[in-house]
């Protein structure tokens, strides 16, 4: 597969250079596809498109019914083509085809439908009294020109989770794909270039950190959108603030599933094994720390390495199959190297381990693997692996319990297993992250907030305040009965 072009505001166009990036396969570590690289020069077009198409073009004028109408169309034609998606995922990244069918695909799906019914509710004008006599309007417009950088991990769903709102909001976009999955942007590049986006609205630019810093730094972009590590995301942010331009970061997590005394372990075990593994475990809000009370550890370690041990590994394009390759070569050899550490830290390996899983001899994979008789001072437990790696964690109350999971320098998600769901909430209250899940891993539901706190990154998707990052507030006051500085002496201010 080829794609010579760039998608530069809604054509494709000849790139600035003869540079190409070379996608291969995680499961035979074969070439499946060439694309065509993005050069500073060609960000320096893309960001003049779509600052001609925001100051002087119709899609920031049209009403929010016209662009909830237009990409409800793009919504239509992209359930089109959910199975070319969801194979070009499976072919770049390594994802199970049934992971990335249903959670790479037709999970982003679902939210350019649910987007568009927040739209419609959304208070993009609203009338407030003022307290001397004004009558307020509220006004919430599109920030600008948004840059949109986005991992390799989950790609659809990141895309579609800053596309979209921004869109809706009447931004236009330059989206930078990961060097490893491009090939899933640039489809999606041609369902909008079949789409009734107007010209400029949105650019797609595959490219290294090289094109996605000067992306970032361009004067022509008024917002930053970045999902990705927490070192990039420092950078990010510190480009950001010298021009003072607008940035959402969400960034790593290392996040715990608290499981309590009443809960039952075979239930946490089938909770944990959907919440942290899918995808090979790379996601950024698996629950990678598990906290059991100390009285129960057995129990809830062996229910979990029953779990662990049972999952099917190997070709991704299998239905059957459960775990993936990671990303990379790159990928294999860092979860690798954490493997080797835990054990030199004085933690157990329960199941799993160094080597290839039983059946593969080629690929970037690492078999799922449990780790016990850990404390939370461990690497293996406080960085974040981004692979099918959990760490088991005996405490001895609930307070401590709390006091472990808060104990990280990420705030991303976490979960809580009981029979009660009183103390499941106070539980849930008590962690400081900004996602959380009881009984389950949190549930990336489209009309909910997402994001973190702490080195988790700030700024929310998905939800209306998933629209609220893409808009700009304008207060906006009318004269009222009463002159202001009348009605001030009035009312005592």
């Keep these: 597969m080829r794609y010579d072009e760039l998608f530069i505001g809604g054509a494709w166009c000849k790139p600035s250079t003869d540079q190409r990036i070379e996608i291969v396969s995680p499961h035979t570590e074969m070439r499946v596809a060439q694309v065509a690289a993005a050069a500073p020069a060609d960000v320096d077009v893309a960001v003049q498109s779509a600052r001609t198409a925001f100051d002087d073009g119709s899609w920031p004028r049209t009403t929010p019914t016209e662009r909830i109408d237009a990409v409800r169309g793009l919504a239509e034609i992209y359930g089109g083509r959910r199975a070319d998606m969801a194979a070009l995922i499976t072919s770049e990244i390594g994802a199970p085809i049934s992971f990335a069918q249903r959670a790479q695909v037709a999970l982003p799906w679902t939210m350019m ?241 160094s080597g290839m899983p039983d059946g593969c001899d080629r690929g970037w994979y690492v078999k799922p693997t449990l780790f016990d008789q850990a404390d939370n001072s461990m690497a293996i437990a406080r960085e974040e692996i981004f692979g099918p790696v959990l760490t088991v964690i005996a405490y001895d109350d609930q307070d401590e319990a709390v006091d472990i999971a808060n104990d990280s320098d990420y705030g991303l998600a976490g979960s809580v297993f009981t029979a009660d769901l009183d103390r499941g909430l106070a539980v849930a209250a008590a962690i400081r992250t900004g996602t959380f899940g009881v009984n389950q891993g949190y549930t990336m539901d489209p009309f909910a907030p997402f994001g973190g706190v702490k080195k988790s990154g700030y700024g929310r998707e998905l939800g209306s305040e998933g629209i609220d990052g893409y808009t700009d507030s304008k207060s906006i006051s009318v004269a009222g009965s009463q002159d202001p500085a009348t009605a001030a002496a009035g009312k005592g201010a």
């Design 113 to 353: 439908n649910a987007f568009c019914d927040v739209a419609q509710s959304y208070p993009w004008q609203e009338a407030r009294p003022g307290r001397y006599g004004s009558d307020i309007t509220i006004l919430r417009q599109p920030v600008g020109v948004v840059a949109a950088i986005v991992p390799w991990n989950m790609p659809q769903f990141l895309i579609v989770a800053k596309l979209v709102p921004a869109l809706l909001a009447g931004c236009t976009v330059i989206l930078k794909p990961a060097p490893e999955s491009p090939l899933n942007a640039l489809l999606l590049a041609e369902l909008i270039a079949e789409s009734e986006l107007p010209p400029g609205v949105v650019s797609v630019l595959p490219g290294d950190g090289a094109v996605g810093d000067h992306l970032v730094r361009h004067p022509g972009v008024d917002k930053v959108s970045f999902t990705g590590s927490t070192a990039a995301g420092r950078a990010v942010a510190a480009a950001c603030a010298a021009d003072l331009r607008r940035v959402s970061l969400e960034l790593g997590g290392k996040s715990a599933a608290i499981v309590l005394d009443d809960a039952d372990p075979t239930t946490v075990a089938t909770g944990v094994r959907s919440a942290s593994l899918s995808n090979s475990g790379q996601i950024c809000n698996a629950l990678t720390r598990i906290l059991v009370p100390r009285t129960r550890a057995a129990e809830f370690t062996d229910a979990l390495a029953a779990e662990v041990s049972s999952l099917i590994v190997g070709d991704p394009t299998d239905g059957s199959t459960q775990v993936g390759p990671l990303v990379a070569q790159r990928q294999q050899q860092r979860v690798a190297g954490y493997l080797e550490r835990g054990v030199r830290d004085g933690a157990r390996i329960v199941t799993g381990g």
